[in-house]
């Protein structure tokens, strides 16, 4: 079986970082996941060595031809999101894209997808400072500054560097499945999933541990708890504070609700009921904490864009492939 192929733009100025999400999930071979991986091509526009930030060169004997012929190209940001796409990268974009790759941005990145044309009457998403530009610069975007990353089937953008992380989990999931991406998850010592639509910019801080540990205490029981009815008084129990308090130090340090969290991990257990059983969707629904099916298949729809059944028969057709 060949392997799913992916690209990535190395560019003069960059930080290593921007590559180093890419490199990390899709080109590190993890020998204990019983998985075929991904055959990962870190590419130039030139064949000149670049400047890396901290004074390291990179050379790569890939450029834009292979660039364009991967599975699943990236471009991890723009040396200037001001500055104007080079036309031999534009081209490469839209060779990609029209022979059906999937197409992802991370942080500035998007303006090298919308120089392209890629982003038209999309919605997407950049690093929250740089959206105000993208939409001036691009008023056929539907820009939105506030999610984590927008996935549009094809074409995909997330926001500020350390997003690109839950972008590239994301994607191992629709590839590979929810098992998968969470031990992914575990040896990068991450969270496996925050929901692109949770927020990218929190305006107070995250809490010091000593504020934090009760949180994170109620969140380690509501996960074993899922199947169970769940309110803020029994988060609030389990921290040790009272529902007000608790709801304050939440979203401090969430950046959600307790109840669009909830929400979120009922789908993903939903997810990996669906991916590695047979049970039927009410038994499902009920073991992930949902009141009813429809309420399951709500959610999953407003996540994930389909229906419970059609994911699990969309998963198991990528597998027999």
């Known amino acids: 079986m060949p392997r799913p192929t992916v690209s990535v733009l190395a560019y ?15 080109g590190l071979v993890w020998p204990d996941i019983d998985q075929p991986w991904y055959e990962l091509k870190v590419c130039t526009e030139t064949t000149d060595p670049i400047r890396v930030l901290g004074g390291a060169t990179l050379s790569s004997p890939y450029g834009l031809d292979e660039f364009a012929a991967a599975d699943t190209v990236v471009i991890p940001s723009v040396a200037d999101p001001r500055a104007t796409t080079s036309p031999e990268l534009v081209e490469a974009l839209r060779h990609a894209h029209d022979r ?7 942080c500035s990145g998007a303006f090298a997808l919308a120089a392209a044309g890629l982003l038209d009457h999309r919605r997407a998403t950049t690093h929250w400072r740089y959206a105000g530009l993208l939409r001036e610069r691009y008023p056929a975007i539907d820009v939105d500054p506030e999610p984590l990353y927008t996935d549009d089937g094809d074409v995909l953008t997330s926001a500020g560097c350390a997003a690109g992380l839950d972008l590239a989990l994301h994607l191992v999931r629709k590839d590979l499945g929810a098992t998968v991406a969470n031990a992914v998850a575990r040896r990068l010592v991450i969270q496996p999933y925050r929901t692109g639509g949770q927020a990218q ?9 000593p504020d934090d540990a009760p949180v994170a205490r109620s969140l380690g029981w509501a996960l074993e708890h899922l199947a169970e009815p769940i309110g803020v008084p029994d988060l609030a129990k389990h921290a040790g504070l009272s529902p007000r308090t608790y709801l304050r130090h939440f979203v401090r340090a969430t950046g959600t609700t307790p109840a669009k969290w909830l929400i979120a991990q009922r789908v993903q257990a939903a997810v990996a009921m669906l991916e590695t059983g047979d049970a039927p969707v009410d038994e499902i629904a009920t073991a992930a ?22 994911y699990r028969r969309a998963f198991r057709d990528r597998r027999r492939h």
């Open 12 to 26: 003069d100025g960059m930080t290593a970082f921007e590559a180093g999400i890419v490199i990390e999930v899709f």
């Open 100 to 106: 059906g790759a999937r197409i992802v941005s991370i």
């Open 201 to 209: 910019y929190i305006e107070s801080p995250i809490p010091p541990e």
């Open 289 to 310: 904490g949902f009141a009813t099916a429809v309420t399951l298949r709500h959610h999953f729809a407003k996540s994930l864009h389909t229906s419970p059944s059609a």
